[in-house]
């Protein structure tokens, strides 16, 4: 099996001479210690940890998978080891306040962390990871109290949180959510109902285990209206903070899953559990979506992560595995057969997970920009501005998401065909990628709940369109300022026809819509799809143009590596833009070829 290795060159390509992030640390409050000798030293430190501890559980933790005995899971072996490592080298808090014991860096310092570690063992991964959205609801939500007594621990590390949202008669649709919070005299509550699809809810990696956890109060509005937010910690905290009390909740079951078999997905039986209210009664779901496009972003990095993580294990296979000769010729006339690397439709594939992986990312390092401003403004309370990047993460979060991991999912799949046979056996880990990938198509929100947030909410009913417009027109002042070069001007004009149809496309779905609702749900996954392919587009041109500045001025990398992004730009645009053609056309067709046949006339059989 090949092993990892942390993307550094790449990752420091984007930060410093694509997005500027050196310019964009320094205007933010808490990127005063981001400076790019200390970015450099985590990211290189982050990377051997991720190479030398995590990626050696990938493959191991899969085969033994999490146990559960007496209501008690156990991670696999070198888990709990890893994961005191982790501890120990302050990871947990990387982004965190430094009142909480954080070490402060900008929000957008954790994604780059979470990259490496999700690429390397993304079941390991999710277990920090959950944690982070129990802190931001505290953080944000939490009382002083609860702030003092919750924070310090999980931003340590030593305790682990979760988000318990989804109930068995509910997943996306969260207005039918049943468990029930009972007011006590003390004015905790009592927490009764079950949880699925827990990720994390119970492990052997940290002393205590922090639930945050949607629930009904007695005589609440029905729907959505009527949920609030509660904190049903695993062990009730002491007087001093301490873990003191085993609370009544508990782990029922372990989910039999797919894939990412070493990460335990629980289902959680609350059983007149002690709680606590966090944030106002019955706006549960505002307090527990306040982080939802960073939480997504997230999510997307598991599209990144296995494109990225299959591609490295398939380039090396490519490189070494023989099989027939070129067409071309003989490229390796001593040896017995051609390496598969000199096979052009293997090529098709490796550069498609290499466009993929590499655009990917560049889309999410776009994004950490405007989420560390968004973290900003709601530390600072500064509501204007937290608003503002909110909106436009609002509108790039369902792309990067469900695009992303789609074409992860595709990128996945490319890997073990490149690997021929031997791909479809576990030993070489191949298929395994695929199975971790899977539900990140699932989760969060699946592709389709994602196009609707998309299309029907973003796009349609909050901005009329509006959401569309500004970003093009950002898309379009960019490309008119490299028709001049010969080198780029294919890509920009290219990139000022798609703007100009993406907003055709947008009157035209919501003119149809007024005659038929039924299109917005019909066109929504093409919409979400070719607005990914269009914005990849878009990101592959600005690292197109950072190389052509560097091979004309000097950069930090080699020619080699800067001429190598635009080969693989003209890849992109050549190959697989195209797709969004397709998408196009696909969107525009009249939702009756999806409708028009009663339930009943779906199926003959007999």
Not at 170 to 181: I, M
Not at 485 to 497: G, H, I, Q, T, V
Not at 582 to 597: P, R, V
Request: glycine letters at 10%; aromatic letters at 8%; one cysteine or more.
């Amino acid at each position: 099996m090949p092993v990892y290795k942390a993307p550094l060159r790449d990752m420091k390509f984007l930060l410093n001479e694509v997005f500027d992030y050196p310019e964009h640390y320094a205007s933010l409050a808490s990127g005063e210690n981001a400076t790019p000798d200390i970015v450099e030293a985590i990211l290189r430190e982050c990377g051997k940890f991720c190479e030398e501890v995590l990626s050696p559980l990938y493959l191991s933790g899969d085969e033994e998978g999490c146990k559960l005995e007496n209501g008690e899971v156990t991670t696999p072996t070198g888990y709990r080891e890893a994961y005191q490592q982790y501890v120990s080298g302050g990871w947990q808090g990387l982004s965190a306040p430094a009142d909480f014991g954080g070490q402060g860096l900008p929000a957008s310092m954790g994604l780059l962390k979470q990259e490496m570690m999700g690429t390397a063992n993304w079941s390991f991964s999710m277990y920090p990871g959950l944690s982070l959205g129990a802190m931001n609801t505290i953080f944000l939500h939490g009382s002083d109290d609860q702030q003092q007594t919750y924070l310090p621990p999980l931003t340590e590390g030593h305790w682990g949180g979760t988000m318990c949202l989804t109930e068995p008669q509910c997943g996306t649709d969260l207005g039918q959510v049943k468990t029930r919070a009972e007011p006590q005299p003390d004015g905790s509550y009592r927490l009764t109902g079950t949880k699925i699809f827990i990720s994390s809810g119970d492990h052997d990696l940290t002393e205590n285990i922090v639930h945050i956890v949607l629930a009904r109060l007695p005589d609440a509005p029905k729907g959505t209206r009527g949920i609030s937010l509660f904190i049903v910690p695993k062990f009730l905290p002491d007087s001093q903070g301490c873990v003191g009390e085993r609370n009544t909740v508990v782990c029922g079951n372990l989910e039999k899953k797919m894939g990412i078999k070493a990460s335990a997905t629980c289902v959680m039986n609350f059983d007149g559990a002690t709680g606590f209210l966090i944030g106002p009664e019955n706006e549960g779901l505002n307090c527990m979506f306040t982080f939802m496009n960073t939480a997504r972003i997230g999510t997307a990095i598991q599209g990144v992560g296995p494109a990225e993580l299959s591609y490295q294990w398939a380039l090396a296979y490519a490189k070494e595995r023989r099989s027939m000769r070129a067409l071309s010729g003989k490229k390796e006339p001593d040896q017995v057969a051609d390496s598969l690397i000199h096979h052009a439709d293997v090529r098709r594939m490796l550069l498609t997970q290499k466009a993929i992986a590499e655009g990917g990312r560049a889309m999410l390092y776009y994004a950490a920009r405007l989420a560390d401003h968004m973290v900003e403004g709601l530390t600072q309370g500064d509501d204007k501005k937290a608003g503002k990047y909110d909106d436009k993460l609002g509108f790039l979060t369902p792309i990067l998401k469900g695009f992303l991991t789609e074409l992860g999912y595709e990128a996945a799949n490319l890997g073990v065909q490149v690997f021929g046979g031997h791909g479809y056996i576990r030993e070489h880990g191949m298929e395994q990628i695929v199975r971790d990938t899977r539900i990140a198509t699932l989760y969060e929100g699946t592709t389709g709940i994602q196009a609707l947030d998309l299309l029907g909410r973003k796009v349609l009913l909050m901005t009329r369109g509006g959401a569309v417009r500004e970003f093009t027109l950002k898309i379009a002042n960019f490309a008119r300022k490299h028709l001049t070069d010969k080198r780029l001007r294919p890509f920009a004009l290219e990139l000022l026809k798609l703007t100009g149809q993406w907003n055709l496309l947008t009157v035209r779905i919501m003119l149809a819509a007024r005659k038929d609702r039924d299109v917005v749900s019909s066109a929504a996954y093409d919409f979400l799809m070719y607005s990914g392919y269009v914005t990849m587009a878009y990101i592959w041109v600005r690292q197109a143009a950072a190389a052509v500045d560097k091979l004309d001025h000097g950069g930090d990398e080699s020619e080699a590596f800067y001429q190598a992004k635009l080969a693989t730009t003209e890849f992109y645009f050549e190959r697989l833009l195209p797709r969004a053609q397709s998408h196009a056309s696909s969107m525009l067709s009249s939702s009756k070829n999806l409708m028009q046949l009663d339930a009943e006339d779906l199926a003959f059989t007999g």
